[in-house]
């Protein structure tokens, strides 16, 4: 069985540490990057402080929110 939906599911491609947006405070500053599938038009890109472990849980829960509202608008 072939399954498009896993194609068009929202992952993390890399959380990587970076440098504080423009006008904000702190050094512990990550990016972490969702893409839908293999699409390269449908990347985001985000910056958000923490640990590597929050930063990383909280990307993830990012992605499955995604992929729900996908699931329940019944656009899959």
Known sequence: M???SIKSEYHIVKIEKTTAP????????????????????????????????????????QAETLNFRNVKGGRR
């Open 2 to 4: 072939h399954d498009d």
């Open 22 to 61: 423009e006008g904000m405070p702190g050094e512990n500053w990550y990016l972490y990057v969702i893409q839908k599938g293999n699409i390269s038009s449908s990347i985001m890109d985000c910056k958000k402080t923490g640990t590597l472990a929050s930063v990383t849980k909280h990307a993830k829960e």
